[in-house]
């Protein structure tokens, strides 16, 4: 449950240095089809409104992102509010959820850091959350995240292989 607004947000960032090129990394994190390849926790991502990469677009994720009490998936239904591929980067903003960070903002940003590396910047911004401690909140909403940047890297190897194969 959302406190009045009003209040001020609750902000957090975590970055990552992936050993790839920008495009590549772009390729991986850019579309929705393939959010379950660096996102352990997502089991589906479904299109519920708009084309994929213009804004306005509206997707529906379930998973196990957030326990819940019931042992039931959790899902969010995100609007993208901004997408540059030439700057590569975008903005989704959570729409409603059974999480309680409806209202939320998430912001995923590429730099090419040379030597074909890339720096994930991924920065949210939610409103306080009633009962709970600011700062719990933004250490598991940073190590979540975290661990997807972390995981970009054996996505675009795998997909490699993939293409490899087929070839």
Same mark, same amino acid.
């Given at each position: ?68 009490? =019931? *042992?039931?998936?959790?899902?969010? +239904? ?5 997408? &540059?591929? #030439?700057?590569? %980067? ?11 960070? =409806? *209202?939320?903002?998430?912001?995923? +940003? ?5 030597? &074909?590396? #890339?720096?994930? %910047? ?46």
């Amino acid at each position: 449950m959302s406190i009045e607004t009003g209040q001020r947000k609750w902000h957090g960032s975590v970055s990552g240095i992936v050993d790839s090129p920008v495009d590549k990394v772009w390729t991986i994190v850019s579309q929705t089809k393939r959010l379950s390849e660096w996102m352990p926790m997502v089991e589906r991502c479904t299109d519920l409104a708009g084309d994929e990469g213009i804004p306005g677009y509206v997707r529906l994720v379930s998973g196990f992102m957030f326990p819940q009490q =019931d *042992g039931e998936r959790s899902w969010i +239904k995100e609007r993208l509010v901004a997408m &540059d591929t #030439t700057s590569h %980067n975008y903005v989704y903003q959570m729409e409603a959820s059974n999480v309680g960070l =409806d *209202g939320s903002v998430n912001s995923l +940003k590429l730099i090419d850091y040379g030597d &074909d590396s #890339t720096l994930v %910047n991924w920065s949210f911004e939610i409103d306080p959350l009633e009962g709970a401690l600011e700062d719990s909140i933004i250490d598991y909403l940073g190590f979540l995240y975290k661990s997807c940047i972390n995981r970009i890297q054996g996505a675009i190897e795998a997909a490699s292989k993939k293409v490899s194969v087929t070839c």
